[in-house]
């Protein structure tokens, strides 16, 4: 099972791949025993939902790496159980998506070594900054990945929407944890780091490269 444990650890233990990436996992919280996506019609449905799903994953799996790093910085002020209730979210959507990889055989993107180290040099960093530098960054992610998810239920939408009805169920709901922690850094002064903008331009267009080279690689 694919679960990170960074408390009481090195920075240096923090930066380990965990040894299993692609297992599959449920959710506590679901009562499903089957997959939430249909099987394909043709090897071009097959594609496009391989594709979605392997950057799905691998942005889930990015943003967790990313609170790992604020955490290893933060994790004992007095923002470190709000990044670690926003932590505890992101690990339920990769769970979520170690579970649907597994059940229909489509592999994690090959750059998951990479996510591992980039994320949690990212989350860090910024955590560096104070508070205002984590949410900064946590501003920047979430509202890349609420983006993302939202041009995914639109293509979603757009071919079959009853036939994706499961699959876009679970979408909307990590759509809508992200925007809700999107929500919580702008509530806690990510917009007063000094050079805001700036460092949230660059991080956005560091996620569009991500996203598109997991798409592909």
């Known amino acids: ?17 965990p040894v299993t990436l692609f297992s599959a996992v449920t959710l ?36 967790n790496r990313i609170y790992a790093g604020q955490m290893a910085v933060l994790g004992r002020s007095r923002t470190g159980p709000l990044i670690q209730e926003m932590w505890d979210q992101e690990k339920k959507h990769l769970e979520k998506f170690n579970e649907i990889l597994a059940e229909n055989r489509v592999r994690p993107t090959a750059l998951l070594p990479l996510w591992n180290v980039a994320g949690f040099v990212l989350g860090a960093s910024s955590a560096l900054l104070g508070k205002e530098g984590a949410m900064a960054c946590t501003v920047a992610v979430e509202e890349s990945i609420t983006e993302h998810y939202n041009n995914q239920i639109r293509t979603l939408m757009e071919k079959d929407p009853e036939r994706y009805t499961e699959l876009l169920q679970v979408i909307k709901e990590f759509r809508d944890d992200e925007m809700e922690h999107h929500d919580t850094g702008l509530e806690h002064d990510a917009e007063t780091v000094p050079g805001y903008w700036l460092l949230k331009n660059a991080i956005q267009l560091g996620c569009k490269v991500a996203i598109y080279v997991s798409q592909r690689i």
């Open 28 to 63: 506590q919280q679901s009562s499903r025993a089957y997959s939430v996506i249909p099987p394909p019609r043709d090897s071009e449905e097959k594609e496009m939902m391989d594709r979605m799903l392997r950057v799905d994953h691998a942005g889930e799996y990015g943003a």
């Open 1 to 17: 099972m694919c679960i990170q444990v960074f408390t009481n650890m090195g920075l240096i233990d923090q930066l380990q791949v």
